[in-house]
């Protein structure tokens, strides 16, 4: 027999996944921590996971058995990340079971080899980055009584997840093990530094917008002349008769957008006077306070209710408000 004729059968005998058992598998990753565990973390829902292929490629039940027992090992990474690893361990499952020199220690040496860097770089991009920019704007449609809100949340940060899942797998079974070359030059470093870059960016706008920090302590009470403020004993006095008119209306409106201060006494605050230096300073400076108490392994329980403490404790004192 000739060796094209070998190799024609042998391509013929070979077994390979099907766009199906890839649905299925792409399907199946969305389960990954349903059953996570402390001792070996997603390793079920891994498992879970790689089912299709292992039903596809291995028809004994002894080889069907080995494989799951090898994909039951540890594994822990970025949920949303580990479909690239789930498509480079398919197509080495699939040149293994075609008879492939691949043993066992190889498939988990490559699984264990690429979740430690996806991992870096799913936190700052997806929890970091697209997570809070696209929550934040949820949330102000959501503020302005608008329904639309959480459902383009919901539908949004899906279509985003479910279509990265699918992709990212597809990429991983059609390169290979040649990806693990791809993530190498130091490419995962610097995609994980500028999305640590760019998630700090956005939590460090995000946090004037969403802490709120008021200190009323007077600084000082100043008697302006009269004419350069709004009086409100006269409105009031002409609110009470009925003599309040449209043109009193659209001056007093006229003095307030010009600065004009409401009351005789202009009154200054702390407050003001920060608004004035910097606006959303106090947040700020907050925020950098709790990074360096994470950066010192405090607990975040404690650090949460540390604020507690000090926030009914500066209020009490008529410190914030």
Same mark, same amino acid.
Request: aromatic share 10%.
């Given at each position: 027999?000739?060796?094209?004729?070998?190799?024609?059968?042998?391509?013929?005998?070979?077994?390979?996944?099907?766009?199906?058992?890839?649905?299925?598998?792409?399907?199946?990753?969305?389960?990954?921590?349903?059953?996570?565990?402390?001792?070996?973390?997603?390793?079920?829902?891994?498992?879970?996971?790689?089912?299709?292929?292992?039903?596809?490629?291995?028809?004994?039940?002894?080889?069907?058995?080995?494989?799951?027992?090898?994909?039951?090992?540890?594994?822990?990474?970025?949920?949303?990340?580990?479909?690239?690893?789930?498509?480079?361990?398919?197509?080495?499952?699939?040149?293994?079971?075609?008879?492939?020199?691949?043993?066992?220690?190889?498939?988990?040496?490559?699984?264990?080899?690429?979740?430690?860097?996806?991992?870096?770089?799913?936190?700052? &991009?997806?929890? #970091?980055?697209?997570? @809070?920019?696209?929550?934040?704007?949820? +949330? =102000?449609?959501?503020?302005? %009584? $608008?329904? *639309?809100?959480?459902?383009?949340?919901?539908?949004?940060?899906?279509?985003?997840?479910?279509?990265?899942?699918?992709?990212?797998?597809?990429?991983?079974?059609?390169?290979?093990?040649?990806?693990?070359?791809?993530?190498?030059?130091?490419?995962?470093?610097?995609?994980?530094?500028?999305?640590?870059?760019?998630?700090?960016?956005?939590?460090?706008?995000?946090?004037?917008?969403?802490?709120?920090?008021?200190?009323?302590?007077?600084?000082?009470?100043?008697?302006?002349?009269?004419?350069?403020?709004?009086?409100?004993?006269?409105?009031?006095?002409? &609110?009470?008769? #009925?003599?309040?008119? @449209?043109?009193?209306?659209?001056?007093? +409106? =006229?003095?307030?957008?010009? %600065? $004009?201060? *409401?009351?005789?006494?202009?009154?200054?605050?702390?407050?003001?006077?920060?608004?004035?230096?910097?606006?959303?300073?106090?947040?700020?400076?907050?925020?950098?306070?709790?990074?360096?108490?994470?950066?010192?392994?405090?607990?975040?329980?404690?650090?949460?209710?540390?604020?507690?403490?000090?926030?009914?404790?500066?209020?009490?004192?008529?410190?914030?408000?």
């Amino acid at each position: 027999m000739s060796n094209s004729v070998q190799e024609k059968q042998v391509q013929m005998n070979e077994v390979h996944l099907t766009k199906g058992d890839r649905y299925a598998t792409w399907w199946r990753s969305t389960f990954l921590q349903a059953a996570w565990n402390y001792e070996r973390m997603q390793n079920v829902g891994w498992a879970y996971a790689m089912v299709p292929t292992i039903k596809r490629l291995y028809k004994t039940k002894e080889d069907r058995a080995a494989a799951l027992k090898r994909h039951l090992e540890f594994f822990n990474t970025h949920p949303y990340v580990a479909s690239p690893i789930l498509g480079v361990e398919m197509a080495m499952e699939e040149q293994k079971a075609n008879g492939a020199d691949i043993d066992d220690e190889a498939i988990n040496s490559v699984k264990v080899g690429m979740m430690g860097p996806l991992a870096g770089v799913g936190d700052p &991009i997806w929890w #970091g980055t697209v997570r @809070p920019v696209l929550g934040a704007f949820a +949330a =102000g449609l959501a503020q302005s %009584g $608008q329904i *639309l809100g959480p459902i383009i949340f919901f539908v949004v940060w899906n279509i985003m997840r479910m279509a990265f899942l699918w992709y990212t797998q597809e990429l991983g079974y059609r390169e290979g093990t040649n990806i693990t070359q791809n993530l190498g030059g130091g490419m995962m470093q610097k995609l994980t530094t500028g999305a640590s870059i760019l998630g700090m960016f956005i939590m460090g706008v995000l946090v004037p917008r969403w802490t709120t920090m008021n200190f009323p302590m007077v600084l000082s009470k100043v008697n302006l002349q009269k004419g350069s403020y709004v009086d409100t004993d006269a409105l009031a006095k002409q &609110i009470n008769t #009925g003599h309040l008119s @449209p043109q009193t209306i659209t001056d007093i +409106a =006229g003095k307030i957008k010009g %600065g $004009q201060n *409401l009351g005789a006494v202009k009154i200054t605050t702390v407050q003001d006077t920060l608004n004035q230096l910097i606006p959303g300073l106090a947040p700020l400076l907050l925020m950098f306070v709790v990074l360096w108490l994470l950066r010192k392994h405090v607990s975040p329980i404690v650090i949460i209710f540390g604020l507690f403490a000090v926030g009914i404790l500066a209020y009490a004192l008529g410190i914030m408000a």
